[in-house]
């Protein structure tokens, strides 16, 4: 079995203003000085990506593209249409390409929601995390409620019509109040599309130090009802939850991330990304300077590489499969691999079935609402 060509393409922007207290993800404030030299990288990176994968007529052009950190919306507008022209450079982009960037609403800047459309970009996804500014000076975000519900306007004037929001649950304070609020106004600025995570004390943040042990934060019970509170309320509004932490109206689901979830193959650019393709999972050296150096030298910044075999990529397809709530189907599995999903995992997934955390049903395997719950038992049985 050979893994088809990515149609899909990462771009990691490691800048912040600041440091959110409760963020480990491989970013910086303080280094936007370097923003030149790292997109210059980026793109040689893209274009050394493009040279090893072969002639033109192999590849398949790109369907989605997404630009994460860190804050893509703080850095250059010309920077990030070069890298985008890189892109389509390269591979090409398909019709209907969904192109997301990540907004912070306080680095809008006049003009700015014009340039991105202009240079391609379709999908905004707005880090609002909460919609009362105690709650945001708790989480050290740069911007107010006010600001957010800003940003969705001039996202929306600029041209964007597909936008997503995405909210935290379990902050320090918030009420199931404050949740059923925050979905009814993102949704009213025109978020079609929400993802809601769960906070996590990471080690090594401020929020760490703050809160030992997570004490002073809700616990597992609250945090329940918080989430059940902001489903509740998105399907009121008429976004269908798809995965534990998304829900979206018809048509607006993210499609760049169901290819994670599907384990199907991507290209990832820039300093800490991951690229999967050809069954081997690659990820660069996270330093910002470590990768403009890496570039420079070699043309690649790989810092790590971990083969997925058949047997690997079939786990994959179920753990992340089950992740949403339509599942796993079991005639995809087997055109994709060959072989049943029956044979493969109907040991471990008969036991789910009967403790109620999977649904059989005809074609496909889907989590419960229990099994939503309870996703890590289910992902263990994959293991
Ligand atoms: S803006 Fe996002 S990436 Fe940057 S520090 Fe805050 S949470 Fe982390």
Redesign the pocket.
């Known amino acids: 079995m050979t893994q088809a060509a990515p149609t899909s393409a990462y771009v990691h922007v490691p800048f912040?203003?600041?440091?959110?207290a409760?963020?480990d993800?491989n970013?910086y404030?303080g280094l936007l000085h370097l923003a030149g030299p790292y997109f210059d990288a980026v793109r040689a990176e893209i274009a050394a990506e493009r040279a090893r994968a072969g002639q033109a007529g192999d590849m398949p052009a790109l369907e989605t593209v997404y630009f994460g950190?860190?804050?893509p919306s703080l850095v250059p507008e010309a920077q990030l249409a070069s890298t985008m022209r890189a892109l389509s450079d390269a591979f090409g982009f398909a019709p209907g390409l969904e192109a997301t960037l990540e907004v912070?609403p306080g680095t809008l800047r006049p003009g700015a929601a014009e340039s991105w459309r202009a240079c391609g970009f379709n999908r905004a996804s707005v880090?609002v995390q909460a919609l009362r500014d105690p709650l945001l000076a708790a989480l050290d975000?740069?911007h107010t409620a006010a600001e957010a519900e800003e940003a969705f306007a001039t996202l929306r004037s600029a041209g964007f019509e597909n936008l997503s929001a995405d909210l935290m649950l379990g902050l320090p304070g918030q009420t199931e109040a404050d949740v059923v609020d925050a979905v009814d106004r993102v949704v009213s600025c025109g978020a079609g599309h929400v993802s809601f995570y769960s906070l996590t004390v990471e080690p090594g943040t401020p929020f760490a130090l703050r809160y030992p042990d997570g004490r002073g934060l809700p616990g597992d019970d609250e945090e329940r009802r918080l989430y059940d509170a902001a489903l509740g309320e998105l399907a009121r509004n008429g976004l269908s939850q798809y995965e534990i932490s998304s829900a979206a109206r018809p048509g607006l689901r993210c499609r760049h991330n169901v290819v994670y979830w599907e384990a199907r193959p991507y290209y990832g650019f820039g300093a800490g990304a991951f690229a999967y393709a050809a069954g081997v999972r690659r990820g660069n050296v996270v330093g910002v300077p470590a990768y403009i150096e890496a570039i420079g030298a070699e043309g690649a910044a790989e810092d790590s590489r971990e083969t997925v075999d058949r047997a690997g990529e079939m786990a994959e397809v179920m753990i992340l499969g089950l992740r949403m709530n339509d599942g796993v189907s079991r005639a995809e599995f087997q055109r994709r691999f060959g072989g049943t999903l029956d044979a493969a995992f109907g040991a471990a997934v008969r036991p789910l079935v009967a403790q109620g955390l999977l649904e059989d049903e005809d074609d496909r395997i889907r989590p419960t609402r229990k099994g939503i719950d309870f996703s890590n038992v289910v992902s263990r049985a994959f293991l």
């Open positions: 912040c203003q600041q440091r959110c409760y963020c993800f970013t404030a950190g860190g804050t912070n880090g975000r740069i």
